[in-house]
């Protein structure tokens, strides 16, 4: 049954698919070593059976095909004459159906580049895909998701590895990220425009990083994970044989008062030859490689690992793993790490991905596909995917390309004929700036045609992110409707600017209409505003006339100017 707001949670349990070339994806195996269960929270505002993989797919979205068309277009891409959709196997419960629907729209032609001040990037292909669900909550190996934002339309952009430097990668991030907002249907903030990026160095391999949301920290992100990768290289050269081994020790930290192991049934380790020092190296200058075979544990649901290159004596650890020394007889260059937890299970998973990384240590970079950190750092994921988790969606028809499709797909502006035509409005630098990338400049286009141009873009642009500072709700949900009312109702007289933030922030979650809304802001005649600064000064004698100004104010709540009200009060005073 549905809670109080509407949700239902829907547990469920993925499987591994072959692929259309019969083939079981690394990816994908990789996913189903771990073993999870995921549940969904399903809103039934915000998701439908589609969302919860108990209905066939609908129709394409036009709108959102169109606008991906008018992309690839801008970027003088070859358009196929069919579009197929293709289900993409994804079983880490970012998608219910174990997979995420996707089509190639464009292909990269000599003309499709992007300049920037080292060169042209080509561009290879273009998307049009679904969203994930969004990760709410982890448990081990138990993993919660929402399904509000699952099945927005989402347009991916590849490039060619013409990419030389950081700085480049930022140059050509900002590119595409303007280049989307000029369709006018992005959305604006972080994580709406997100970076996977694929890094490589000489002597290395190619790793690829996902879901950069910050383009400001790109170029970090990058070097970050240059600096990664040539120091997995040069630690190649200090590594000499060594067989790793694994050794229960729970004997030895079963009577322990420290918070990492207290009360856990189970503490197993590895014994790392000639190791000691190694794990608090620096990979790069917020990474060190415990840190890095840490993500490698984690990935397999425990909460991370304790190695003597730490500061044992911080978990008050130091004599439990004197004790397992002695026993096993370790050297003073061998290094001892331990996971703890109840489930053996698990734990030996994760030891199993430890001790695999660890030997992968003598072929420097492995090829790998890692979760960009909000830290511009990277976290291991899972293996680097292949073709073979692609299959054919037969539940969606193909689309064919015909002449009438491609009249009707919109032309983008450029960037500098909105600039042009906005400062032509006598508009400030700094709303231009709001107006030329915005999703809501198709309304301003709108509203200035009948209102003042300043004024229109004070409504749609400022307001809104004042109201969304002052009361902490989602301005996005504010429709177009709301502010042409709004807009038609100031210029008439009917309401006070002054009270449109109050009205902007009840009509978000408001059950009754917009008009019933503005009806308890209307301006009040001078008679009914008479009557209640009587009212006011009769229930407050003795206070100053700055005190009743406030005490009208909250009273009428921007239902007259603040003018009006200072004079009225003044004269009643006296």
């Keep these: 049954m549905p809670d109080s707001k509407g949700v239902v949670n829907v547990n469920r349990v993925l499987h591994p698919a072959v692929g259309e070339t019969g083939e079981l994806d690394k990816a994908v195996l990789f996913e189903s070593i771990r073993d999870k ?84 990037v080509r561009v290879k292909d273009l998307e049009l895909e679904e969203e994930s669900a969004r990760i709410v909550s982890r448990d081990g190996s138990k993993v919660t998701y929402d399904l509000s934002g699952l099945g927005v339309p989402l347009i991916e952009i590849g490039t060619h590895a013409d990419i030389k430097s950081p700085e480049q990668a930022y140059e050509v991030a900002i590119a595409i990220g303007e280049l989307l907002r000029l369709t006018g249907n992005a959305q604006r903030g972080i994580g709406t425009i ?38 997995l290289i040069a630690l190649k050269s200090e590594l000499t044989g060594y067989e790793i081994r694994r050794v229960n020790v729970s004997g030895f930290f079963e009577k322990s008062k420290s918070r990492v192991v207290a009360g856990k049934k189970y503490v197993i380790g590895l014994i790392l030859p000639g190791f000691k020092g ?26 991370g690992m304790i190695h003597e290159d730490e500061d044992l004596a911080k978990y008050d650890l130091v004599t439990e793993f004197s004790f397992a020394r002695n026993e096993f007889g370790l050297k003073a260059s061998d290094l001892l790490l331990v996971i703890s937890g109840d489930d053996e299970a698990v734990i030996n998973r994760a030891l199993d991905a430890v001790t695999a990384r660890v030997n992968l240590l003598n ?41 009438e499709l491609l009249k009707s797909v919109p032309v983008i502006e450029s960037k500098e004929a909105r600039i042009s035509w906005l400062k032509s409005l006598k508009l400030p630098d700094d709303l231009v700036s709001e107006l030329v990338l915005s999703p809501k400049l198709a309304l301003f286009r709108v509203l200035v045609s009948k209102f003042d141009p300043l004024f229109v873009a004070r409504l749609i642009i400022t307001i809104p992110k004042d109201v969304k500072r002052r009361y902490s709700v989602d301005v996005s949900l504010i429709s177009d409707d709301v502010f042409s009312v709004i807009a038609s109702r100031v210029s008439s007289g009917v309401i006070d600017v002054k009270a449109v933030p109050e009205i902007l922030s009840r009509v978000i ?53 603040g003018e009006k009200i200072s004079k009225l009060v003044s004269e009643l005073v006296k």
């Excluded at 190694?278 to 909460?303: C, H, I, M, Q, W």
């Excluded at 072929?363 to 750092?377: K, S």
């Design 194 to 231: 997100r970076q996977d990026v694929n890094v490589s160095v000489s002597g290395g391999a190619r790793v690829e990083i996902k879901g950069f949301q910050d383009v400001r920290e790109l170029a970090k992100l990058v070097n970050y994970e240059v600096v990664r990768q040539e120091s």
């Design 363 to 403: 072929d420097g970079v492995p090829e790998e596909t890692r979760v960009a950190a909000p830290d511009a750092t990277s976290v291991y994921a899972r293996p680097l995917p292949g073709g073979a988790r692609m299959y054919p969606e037969t539940d969606v028809p193909v689309i064919p390309i015909t002449g």
């Design 278 to 303: 190694l794990l608090a190296s620096k990979l790069n200058p917020a990474k060190t490689l415990g840190s890095e075979l840490a993500d490698y544990a984690r990935s397999f649901g425990v909460k």
């Design 37 to 120: 269960k995921f549940t969904y929270h399903v809103s039934s505002y915000s998701a439908c059976l589609v969302d919860v993989d108990s209905e066939p797919p609908h129709v394409v979205n036009r709108d959102a095909l169109l606008t991906a068309l008018s992309v690839a277009r801008n970027l003088k891409m070859f358009i196929p004459d069919e579009l197929h959709v293709m289900r993409k196997t994804v079983i880490d419960g970012s998608n219910t159906g174990g997979f995420q629907r996707t089509m190639v729209v464009g292909l990269g032609s000599k003309d499709s580049v992007i300049n920037t001040s080292e060169g042209p």
């Design 509 to 561: 979650d408001a059950p009754t209409s917009i008009d019933e809304v503005i009806g308890e802001y209307e301006l009040l005649s001078d008679a009914k505003l008479k009557v209640i600064v009587k009212k006011v000064l009769s229930a407050n004698k003795g206070l100053s006339a700055k005190a009743l100004m406030g005490l009208v104010m909250k009273e009428v709540r921007g239902r007259a100017s």
